[in-house]
């Protein structure tokens, strides 16, 4: 069965620090797996994607890694901002049967605290 | 380039009733998808379109529907209304040679009373 589980659920930390979130899948075949933010009330915004043969991808203070053959991928906030408060989603691209598939994890809620 | 924009962004219905939500895609993506969002739930698909044709459907009952005009534009619809209904409602659009990777809309705050 196709899965995307993160941990952990949710995550306070003090502004400034740093953090990793995890993303765990079980999509097969693999597409490709892409981090959301997402703010209280808003539709995700994008932050990285990342292809089979990718193992990191970085966007400002977000850093994404991905291995593929464990099927883990994280992300890890660099000297966190009150802003970096947010719900943060994986997504995992496969396929089932002829039809290109999006599975979503449920999100990791992050708070950075002053 | 204009991102996805729903309309409207917040909306209050009473149980029974029926409501339409809008989507404009990004200009040249012609894949318009649908997601409910509650707390606790995740996004949970609904239906892809994508040339005016349903290409995949989620598990939601009949109540739930949508269509896809030909400039892409996007609409659903939910009749008989309940209270679990109540949700934010995103739309996002694709391109489908890109891996169905979707740039979301601010979304729609469904209230049902």
């Known amino acids: 069965k196709n899965q995307v589980e993160q941990s952990p659920q949710s995550l306070i930390i003090l502004e400034g620090k740093n953090c990793t979130l995890q993303?765990?899948?079980?999509?097969?075949?693999?597409?490709?797996l892409r981090w959301y933010k997402q703010d209280t009330g808003r539709g995700p915004v994008s932050l990285t994607i990342?292809?089979?043969s990718e193992n990191t991808k970085s966007n400002g203070r977000y850093t994404a890694t991905l291995d593929a053959d464990t099927k883990q991928s994280s992300l890890h906030i660099t000297a966190s901002q009150l802003s970096d408060s947010a719900s943060y989603i994986c997504?995992?691209?496969?396929?089932?049967?002829?039809?290109?598939?999006?599975?979503w994890g449920l999100g990791t809620s992050l708070a950075v605290n002053p | 380039k204009a991102g996805v924009t729903q309309t409207p962004r917040y909306l209050i219905k009473t149980r029974g009733q029926q409501v339409t939500l809008s989507c404009s895609p990004i200009?040249?993506?012609?894949?318009v998808s649908w997601y409910q969002q509650t707390p606790g739930q995740g996004l949970q698909f609904l239906f892809e379109?994508?040339?005016?044709?349903?290409?995949n459907k989620g598990n939601f009952p009949g109540r739930f529907s949508g269509r896809q005009f030909s400039n892409s534009r996007s609409e659903m619809n939910v009749s008989t209304l309940e209270l679990g209904d109540s949700a934010l409602y995103l739309c996002?659009?694709?391109?489908?040679?890109?891996?169905?990777?979707?740039?979301f809309g601010p979304g729609t705050r469904l209230t049902v009373l």
């Open positions: 996002a659009s694709s391109r489908r040679d890109r891996g169905l990777v979707p740039f």
């Open positions: 200009s040249g993506h012609r894949s």
């Open positions: 379109y994508f040339s005016e044709t349903q290409r």
């Open positions: 993303c765990n899948y079980t999509v097969s075949p693999f597409s490709n």
């Open positions: 990342m292809t089979f």
């Open positions: 997504v995992v691209s496969g396929w089932a049967g002829n039809n290109r598939k999006l599975i």
